[in-house]
């Protein structure tokens, strides 16, 4: 008859759960981040919106290296939210979502909006463009006006002095954020 080492194997077995639970944690916890840690668009943005067919106007963006965005317009008070992930190099893809209390001038019946964007910062990483659509909804979810057009940023950092004053490009009533 052998000598039995019951003891040992409960705690080998429970190291090694522990190991493959640290494991997975860490996997989770990267696969949730989106791998945007020291991503290019972390950072603060001037952001101008160029409508397909409204006007064109100003916001500030912030960039989150947890893959959160926060978004402050030029023609509205408050601020509206967003996640992002990388795509590929410098490429970024944006989910947004707002409300429009009291609707949109096109659509007075909008109560919330889905903005998507897809954008490519540049290799000196003071600048992005991209395309953005944005879909507006009643309190049905009904599609009620979509917005399709491009965007262009500058980064805004601490060595930089910004002149804002009377830098945007319009004003606008339209509820974006």
């Known amino acids: 008859m052998g000598v039995r080492f019951t003891g040992l194997g409960a705690t080998v077995r429970a190291l090694l759960t522990a190991v493959a639970l640290t494991g997975l944690c860490s996997l989770t916890a990267a696969a949730q981040a989106g791998g945007t840690e020291g991503s290019a668009i972390v950072g603060l943005w001037q952001v101008h919106y160029t409508s397909d067919f409204g006007p064109q106007f100003d916001t500030y ?4 290296s947890d893959g959160m965005d926060i978004e402050s317009p030029s023609f509205a008070p408050g601020v509206c939210m967003g996640v992002w992930k990388q795509l590929a190099n410098r490429s970024i893809e944006l989910y947004h979502v707002g409300w429009t209390p009291g609707g949109v001038p096109a659509a007075p019946t909008a109560v ?5 964007t897809t954008s490519t910062v540049s290799v000196d990483r003071n600048s992005f463009d991209g395309r953005y659509d944005q879909q507006f909804f009643d309190a049905e979810g009904n599609l009620v006006l979509e917005d399709i057009g491009a965007t262009h940023a500058s980064r805004i950092s601490v060595e930089q002095r910004i002149a804002m004053a009377g830098k945007t490009t319009a004003k606008s009533t339209r509820a974006f954020c």
């Open 61 to 64: 963006q912030q960039w989150h």
């Open 112 to 116: 919330r909006f889905v903005l998507t």
